[in-house]
């Protein structure tokens, strides 16, 4: 059985990048293989990840063949194109762009971001929401460990409908997501299952990560024999640097735990936000410059505590034994939809910044035991759905 997979594998983001690499792994084990991968733009996928991405364009293209698509993982069931476009600001920065060739875009006047949705992005209403219907090529369309971001407006709701009761499966990665769907009134069966990439650990196993990490942290000016609290922020956390980095120089004073600085959202200007904190602490915390995957995984995995506001770094600390903290993120719910999803306990969870110093205190006391238990037990389940999702998706 041959599949292609579409999602943001294109984007320089942690864990958009990483689904293809784990769904590719796992089709294996089912069988099957992931022929090609989709996403708005094409070329090597970023952060090192190994794949090659083509673009969605090509499925709305009236010739070529059909294909069976996976549309997921990631937050991607949603309908404001304009904010997922927005996501590529890098891409609108590059000088050789050629959105100002007024022989090629028209009309001239346009802004990046609008050329951006109307020449990369699908010529639909949500721009991964795909059916046999509205994609020429699609011939069978299954939804994998995807997120819903967003409530949905009632005047979408028949939208919605018409796209989910065409699909094949529909793994969502909460219970959450699941609700908006259902909604819109989908009547289609939807299954709420962990994320997938809880079960990172097996795909990527810790002692084979060793030297990358070791090579990471001496490049960073850490002895890795040393242990360290790894901390990720985005631009969401600007404003708060002060009162972090307060509690961070405290709690590594007294725990004797060496603060490094890991970006794993490059679209989300993680490394420029995480810099200024190195500047800001003088250089006691030290700014890891990571440039793929692998490596971003290896200094979490390796680490004695995780703190951020990533999701999926905070899932793949979980999935290594390491004691994590959500930071807070202001205006979604998937924090609170992963950690159901995981019997995640309230001590992973952080409210407000001012409140890190005790938060810190009390996740010393994690066990990563209990962590690698709950992992084990959230990827069962996440086998399960994507393993029905390969069946069905495969019968069609």
Not at 253 to 275: A, I, T, Y
Not at 369 to 391: C, G, K, P
Request: with cysteine; charged share 20%.
């Amino acid at each position: 059985m041959g599949i292609v997979q579409y999602n943001a594998a294109d984007m320089e983001n942690f864990g958009d990048v990483l689904y293809p690499v784990v769904l590719k792994k796992f089709a294996i084990e089912c069988g099957a293989e992931i022929s090609d991968h989709y996403a708005f733009l094409d070329g090597q996928a970023p952060m090192g990840a190994g794949y090659v991405t083509k673009p969605v364009s090509d499925l709305f293209r009236q010739t070529g063949p059909k294909e069976t698509i996976v549309v997921g993982g990631g937050d991607i069931i949603r309908l404001d194109d304009d904010v997922v476009a927005g996501h590529y600001h890098a891409f609108f920065e590059k000088p050789a762009i050629s959105f100002a060739r007024r022989d090629y875009w028209s009309p001239p006047k346009k802004s990046p971001l609008k050329l951006f949705q109307e020449k990369m992005m699908p010529p639909v209403h949500g721009a991964f929401l795909l059916s046999h219907e509205n994609c020429p090529r699609a011939e069978t369309v299954g939804y994998f460990s995807a997120g819903v971001p967003l409530d949905f407006n009632e005047k979408d709701h028949s939208l919605v409908r018409s796209i989910f009761d065409l699909a094949r499966y529909i793994y969502v990665r909460d219970r959450i997501s699941a609700d908006k769907l259902k909604n819109t009134g989908v009547s289609s069966h939807i299954v709420a299952a962990p994320d997938f990439l809880i079960g990172i650990s097996k795909y990527f196993e810790k002692n084979c990560l060793r030297q990358q990490a070791e090579s990471s942290l001496l490049e960073a000016g850490h002895d890795p024999k040393n242990p360290y609290l790894c901390f990720q922020i985005s631009a969401a956390g600007l404003n708060h640097l002060g009162v972090i980095g307060s509690a961070l120089r405290d709690f590594s004073r007294r725990q004797s735990l060496k603060v490094l600085l890991l970006p794993l959202g490059f679209c989300h200007h993680d490394r420029e936000v995480l810099q200024k904190l190195s500047a800001m602490s003088g250089s006691e915390f030290k700014f890891v410059n990571v440039s793929t995957i692998e490596q971003m995984l290896a200094v979490i995995a390796h680490a004695a505590m995780f703190v951020g506001i990533s999701m999926h770094g905070n899932i793949v600390a979980r999935s290594y034994g390491v004691p994590h903290l959500f930071g807070p993120l202001p205006g979604v719910d998937k924090i609170q939809g992963a950690m159901e999803m995981l019997r995640a306990r309230p001590v992973h969870r952080l409210d407000r910044w001012d409140g890190l110093t005790p938060a810190l205190d009390a996740l010393a006391d994690v066990s990563p035991d209990e962590l690698i238990a709950t992992s084990q037990r959230a990827f069962s389940e996440s086998v399960d759905a994507a393993r029905a999702m390969m069946q069905a998706i495969s019968d069609h």
